[in-house]
């Protein structure tokens, strides 16, 4: 079979495969909707990222219903805890995020193939069907990216916070309502920490266990320094310990751990500088320093 003829059985696939979609949605009920499975059980909060708002209109007309059919508990916990780590679980559910896996999963390859039949590129019909895992693990990516983000603001201003909190514990006040006061002067919208200090208050707010809800604080940053700071205040609050003592034990901790990360970074970015030195720097020296030698004995000093 020819190109021309792979390629209009490749469109006549695609255009079934939408109109199947399309008309999918249009005798979709409103099942769809009541099957989201919000875990605050309100509508998601608005958000301003790119992607989610681009795909979530088509997720919900096209791919949701597909979404709800995927009934793997363990991948189903997974994209539970990608979504709880990247800070958008207010925003999208599992059954949305897997909806937006299976839409760029197709949506990215279809654009390649157009691509490549309007630009004449010569791709391999094996390399645009390369191009469907990427798509699908694309909101994978964006929401590790979102996590890298979220872990880097909160390791710098989690022993500050800490700093605080301490200081407020000391003058009198309970640990919550330290929490309290911290997240009223902090600002919510550029600080994670104090987004998920507030969201850990009003947990406790609607009945939960304080324990619990620091436990959920950890999960939703899944960070070793924050894993650990719960777990000393936990264990803290049963035993009965000051609080003040351990979040001052707990802040020098954390400095010195900052410090060794910046000393391992500031290692490593000394190495990194040595690949471009040696590629580009030392080359030019050896041609400034022996190109004239090197001429004049090719020439005899003439």
Request: charged share 20%; proline share 4%.
């Amino acid at each position: 079979m020819g190109s021309p003829g792979f390629l209009l059985y490749g469109g006549l696939l695609f255009g079934g495969l939408s109109v199947y979609l399309f008309i999918s949605a249009l005798m979709s009920n409103n099942a769809d909707k009541q099957n989201l499975s919000w875990a605050n059980n309100s509508e998601p909060e608005k958000t301003d990222r790119a992607l989610i708002k681009m795909s979530r209109p088509l997720v919900h007309q096209f791919t949701l219903q597909h979404a709800l059919r995927i009934k793997n508990l363990t991948y189903r916990k997974r994209i539970k805890q990608i979504i709880k780590t990247a800070g958008i679980s207010r925003i999208l559910n599992e059954d949305e995020f897997i909806g937006m896996q299976i839409l760029w999963g197709i949506m990215i390859p279809l654009f390649v193939l157009v691509m490549n039949f309007a630009l004449e590129l010569d791709l391999s019909y094996l390399a645009i069907l390369a191009m469907m895992p990427f798509g699908f693990y694309a909101p994978i990516m964006d929401a590790s990216a979102q996590k890298k983000i979220r872990t880097q603001n909160v390791r710098e201003h989690l022993p500050f916070y800490i700093d605080l909190l301490a200081l407020s514990v000391e003058a009198g006040l309970d640990f919550f309502a330290a929490i309290q006061m911290l997240v009223d002067k902090a600002e919510v919208k550029k600080s994670v920490l104090a987004e998920e200090l507030s969201l850990v208050l009003k947990d406790v707010q609607l009945g939960a266990a304080k324990a619990t809800a620091l436990k959920e604080f950890a999960e939703r940053l899944d960070m070793s320094e924050v894993t650990s700071f719960v777990a000393v205040l936990v264990d803290s609050e049963a035993s009965g310990a000051p609080i003040s003592r351990v979040l001052k034990e707990q802040t020098v901790q954390m400095r010195l751990e900052r410090f060794v990360r910046a000393e391992k970074a500031g290692a490593r970015a000394s190495q990194a500088l040595l690949i471009p030195m040696m590629v580009f720097i030392v080359p030019a020296v050896f041609i400034m320093v022996f190109g004239p030698v090197a001429i004049s004995f090719m020439y005899g000093g003439k």
